[in-house]
C-alpha cells in the first residue's frame, strides 16, 4: 500500500468516528503500522477544575483512538479492528494549555491480535505525559 | 431543652447537595453527560445516550475512549465519595459548604486499565465501582459497566489513584 493510500484510509478512519471528531481529534502523521494525533487543549476536556488539567479519560479517547489507526496501518492489512484491552499510566499532569500528541505503534500482529504500544506528550517528547500498551482484535 | 436532631430527610438532601456539587465542578463530566445517583453510600454512574458518543459509526458502537473515560470518572467520583462519606458522618466535612463551591481535592489516576467485554451500544450506560484498597496515600479501585443487563457487562476497568493529601498529613 503506498503513502497517498494509507494516509486517505486513516483520514477517513478518524473522520468517521463521531466521538474523535467531538474532541477535535486531527491525523499528523501515519506510517506502516503507526499513527501520530493530537488533541486540542479544550476547557470542556478539564478533569481538575482547580488546576485545569485534561481529564484522564480525554487522553484515553485519544490513545485508543491513535493505537486504533495504528493498527489499521499495519502492512497485514485488517479490515476491522477493536479494542480489547487497554492500559494507560499516566506520569505526569499535562500541562494545561497545551495540545497534546500522541504516537502509536503495532509492534506485532498475529491473524487474531494486534500489539500496540503509544506514547504521549505535550510537547516535550522526552517527558511523556502517558504511556499506553493494548492488544486489538483483528478480522479481515 | 436539648436540640432536637436534624431529620434524615434534611441531612440526606444536603448530601445529594453536595454529590451534584462535586460532580458537576469538573468541566469534563458534564461535557459527557455523566450523571451520579446515590443510594445511601452506594453510587451509581449513568451515561445517557448522546450520537457524539459513537466511536464506530457502522455498528455502531461506543467510542472505547467514552467507555474508558466513564470507567474512570466512575471510579474517581466513587472513591472520593466513599472518602469523604465517613467524614460527613463524623461532621468534619460540612456538606452545605461543599454543595457551596468549597470542593475537596480528587485522586489522580496512577494506571487504568480497561477489558472491553462487548461493544457498547447506543443506549444509555451504568457503571459501579468497588474501591477494593483505600489507603492514606493510595488506593486501588474495580469499576464495571453494563447496559440492559447488571449481568453482563460490556467493560470493567481496574484503576490504581494517589490519594489526595488530607489534613493532618506531612
Known amino acids: 500500500m503506498d503513502e497517498a493510500t494509507r494516509r486517505r484510509i486513516a483520514q477517513q478512519f478518524i473522520e468517521a468516528l463521531p466521538h474523535a471528531r467531538a474532541l477535535s481529534i486531527r491525523l499528523e502523521e501515519i506510517g506502516s503500522g503507526s499513527a501520530r494525533m493530537a488533541l486540542p487543549y479544550d476547557a470542556r476536556l478539564v478533569g481538575d477544575p482547580e488546576t485545569g488539567v485534561l481529564h484522564g479519560g480525554a487522553v484515553s479517547t485519544l490513545m485508543d483512538t491513535c493505537c486504533g489507526a495504528a493498527v489499521m496501518t499495519h502492512p497485514d492489512a485488517p479490515r476491522v479492528t477493536a479494542t480489547l484491552d487497554l492500559r494507560i499510566e499516566y506520569m505526569r499532569p499535562a500541562t494545561p494549555g497545551q495540545t497534546i500528541t500522541a504516537e502509536a505503534t503495532c509492534h506485532h500482529m498475529t491473524r487474531s491480535v494486534a500489539f500496540v504500544r503509544a506514547v504521549a506528550s505535550d510537547g516535550d517528547p522526552d517527558r511523556p505525559v502517558a504511556t499506553a500498551s493494548g492488544a486489538f482484535t483483528v478480522s479481515g | ?170
Do not use: C
Open chain 2, 1 to 170: 431543652m436539648a436540640r432536637r436532631p436534624e431529620p434524615v430527610q434534611v441531612v440526606k438532601q444536603r448530601r445529594d447537595a453536595a454529590l451534584d456539587a462535586l460532580v458537576a465542578g469538573v468541566p469534563y463530566i458534564r461535557f459527557l453527560g455523566i450523571r451520579f445517583e446515590r443510594r445511601g453510600d452506594e453510587l451509581t454512574g449513568v451515561l445517557p445516550y448522546q450520537d457524539m458518543l459513537i466511536g464506530n459509526p457502522v455498528l455502531p458502537a461506543l467510542h472505547g475512549g467514552v467507555t474508558s473515560a466513564f470507567l474512570e470518572v466512575t471510579a474517581i467520583v466513587g472513591l472520593s465519595w466513599s472518602m469523604l462519606w465517613p467524614r460527613f458522618e463524623s461532621g468534619e466535612i460540612d456538606a452545605v459548604a461543599m454543595a457551596e463551591g468549597q470542593l475537596p481535592r480528587l485522586p489522580k489516576t496512577v494506571d487504568f486499565t480497561v477489558d472491553y467485554l462487548r461493544s457498547g451500544l447506543p443506549r444509555d450506560a451504568y457503571a459501579r465501582a468497588e474501591v477494593t484498597r483505600s489507603g492514606r496515600r493510595y488506593a486501588s479501585v474495580l469499576v464495571e459497566a453494563w447496559q440492559d443487563n447488571r449481568g453482563r457487562p460490556f467493560a470493567h476497568a481496574m484503576g490504581h489513584f494517589v490519594m489526595p493529601p488530607q489534613e493532618g498529613d506531612r
